[in-house]
């Protein structure tokens, strides 16, 4: 059973839990009763629907491997995936402390680093940089969006 069998059967899973919890909102006291309820259903169908066929597609694919049954493959992008989730937690943690620019900046340079490779510094370094410091002024200066000053920088 491959990584992407596994989560399309997780995904049904809370697909139908969450569409089975949708019916115990409450209806609302005025107008349509049902009115709160139906985007939640939507969506939950929705996931239902997506991960049922996914699942669908994943077991042909399967079949037509015809790898023995019980077999669990790593995809390569399971270690991008990873590292991408604790860049991520890692980036949640600095953004406070370091403030938007460097943590982004840090944040995208390890994600351009893991997808473009180390051959490609010069221009992910570039990115990051370039790509940090214009949503800062956009969105601080230009919306009036607050974002944690970097320390010591004052653009």
Do not use: P
């Given at each position: 059973?491959?990584?992407?069998?596994?989560?399309?059967?997780?995904?049904?899973?809370?697909g139908l839990i969450y569409t089975a919890m949708t019916f115990l909102l409450p209806d609302a006291p005025i107008g349509r009763p049902m009115e709160p309820k139906i985007f939640p259903?939507?969506?939950?169908?929705?996931?239902?629907?997506?991960?049922?066929?996914?699942?669908?597609?994943?077991?042909?694919?399967?079949k037509k491997d015809e790898r023995p049954?019980?077999?669990?493959?790593?995809?390569?992008?399971l270690k991008n995936i990873g590292?991408?989730?604790?860049?991520?937690?890692?980036?949640?943690?600095l953004f406070?402390?370091?403030?938007?620019?460097i943590s982004t900046l840090l944040f995208l340079e390890g994600e351009l680093f893991l997808f473009n490779g180390a051959g490609k510094w010069k221009i992910n370094t570039v990115v990051s940089v370039v790509?940090?410091?214009i949503i800062y002024i956009l969105f601080s200066k230009l919306l009036g969006v607050y974002l944690p000053m970097t320390p010591g920088i004052w653009i």
């Open positions: 059973m491959n990584i992407s069998i596994l989560s399309g059967i997780l995904a049904l899973l809370i259903m939507t969506l939950g169908f929705l996931m239902i629907i997506l991960s049922s066929v996914m699942l669908f597609q994943e077991m042909r694919k399967t049954a019980g077999t669990f493959t790593i995809d390569t992008n590292l991408t989730c604790l860049f991520s937690i890692l980036y949640a943690i406070d402390k370091l403030g938007y620019v790509f940090s410091l």
